[in-house]
């Protein structure tokens, strides 16, 4: 054998083999990124629903207290329309009961200058 056969034959031998084990370490890393990869997609797409999910959820909310925000605030309305037509009502009285008092007042200064 020549010194070049001989050089293949070791290659062949020693070289190769660890080329081969090489490559099939690599493959297995591959299919471990591979699935790390499908993994993640996996993930991203749960995610997304849960977030699509929550903010639905956070809408039907906000219109839920909208409404109720809504119908508190026109039932607070109503009540100070009504107070303040009370109000304005129990002064109109005290109006004229003060008026009527002013003029008992005069009558009674009269009805004394008299006797």
Partial sequence: MGIIEEGRQLIQDFVTPEIRAIEARLDAIEKQVASLDSKTDKLDSKIDRN???MEAKIDRNQ????????????HLEGKIDRNQ?????????MENYTQVMERLARLEGKLQNVA
């Fill in 85 to 93: 037509a009370q109000v304005l009502d129990t002064l109109h009285r």
């Fill in 63 to 74: 219109a839920h207290m909208e409404a109720k925000i809504d119908h508190n605030q026109a």
């Fill in 51 to 53: 977030q699509a999910h």
